[in-house]
């Protein structure tokens, strides 16, 4: 006795224009504009700095290829089949291998920040500081000493 399951499916959600990713679109844009006006300025102003300008307005391309990397990798679509065998729970050969040596080398790891953090506690053999006296010499060779248990304040004028 077999039963018929139907499955419909699932429409993805289409975006128009620019995509998911409207404010790294944006960001790109606006970043790229502004890095070719101030190139520009330093090209055309006749200004005594135009090195700077023109450098500055490069950099500023530069970093906006960040913004079109971040909308270019948010608006990718991935089949939901694909996601499903992307969960770790099928791990086979070389991949099985490669997470057995990344367990071993940060539980190691993890464990040797352990042992070094428990021998500083437990062997915590340096003298208390409390109780004893402390002095303090000026350079006009007067020492001001004092307990830890009265405190005495002391301006300084210069």
Known sequence: MSTCVQVEPVMERRYGGVGRCKC?????????????????????GGLVIHDLFIYAGAIIIFLSLIWWVFWYSGNIDVPPEELADDVGLKSRGLSRVVKRVSNHLSKGISNSFRKNNRSVREGNSRPSNTGTDVSLSTIYDRTISSSSKELVRETLSI
């Open 24 to 44: 790294s679109f944006w960001f790109a844009v606006a970043h790229d504009i502004l890095g070719v006006f101030i190139m520009m300025v330093g090209v055309f």
